[in-house]
């Protein structure tokens, strides 16, 4: 499914399209996504102008005058910004017709995604509000983990993973992270120093702000909003490696399932 870089790299694509422009039609040609989208919700949002887009974890917040679209790209979800006039394919669920001649296409095949309208502050809502925060913002750090994790018992893995913990560290990034901060992905999170916390952390930042560099991970069904799809994984250390020779020692990656996800580490250097 696309993670954190894939929405963030989605973010900045589309970001200079919609803000400022104006809402001037919304055509909903299939409701049922993971969630419905709102019946109604054209009616809402037609004539509204688009404020500001960001990001919240894996989730995009587009905000108009009065509420917020919030848009999940599921498992297999991505946007593109086209021509209102392009014919839409045959999983081209959702356009929001834009005032400048555009629209803002999703696209989702397994229909995992979500389009949901908030009226509230979106951090309120029951799908943000007890997210934890953001990988990026300064508000991760290895003191943070370091007192987080004391008092639990699950793999580091696990616990980086959780959206409690840190808002959208998905499974590529954190076998990705830990493999760099040389820690085991199934060390338990409370035998880890505070020292090695703050390096993890770091890692983390780095991981991920090189794939948003790079246009996020390529996955099977993810291509960025131009069409064109993202190329990280020319760059993956671990992840999607079991068996090749490790890129640091040259030892054999190994694979394992930790907490119902794949998990690639070298034994050498990850302890």
Known sequence: MPELPEVETTLRGIAPY?????ISGLEVREPRLRWPVPRGLAEVVVGQRITNVRRRGKYLLIELADGTLLVHLGMSGSLRVLPRDTPPGTHDHIDVQLDSGCCLRLRDPRRFGALLWLTGPPEQH??????????LGPELDGDYLFALSRGRHAAVKAFLMDARVVAGVGNIYANESLFLAGI?????????????????????????????????????DFVREDGSSGYFSLSLAVYGRGGAACPKCGGTIR????????????PRCQR
């Open 18 to 22: 919609l803000t400022g422009t104006r």
């Open 126 to 135: 029951a799908l943000l509000q007890h997210l934890g925060p953001e990988p």
């Open 184 to 220: 085991h992905p199934g060390r338990p999170c409370n035998r880890i120093s505070r020292a090695r916390y703050r390096l993890l952390a770091d890692c983390v930042k780095r991981v991920l702000e090189a794939a948003i560099d790079k246009g996020g991970t390529t996955l099977r």
């Open 255 to 266: 694979q394992r399932r930790i907490g119902q996800r794949s998990s690639f580490y070298c």
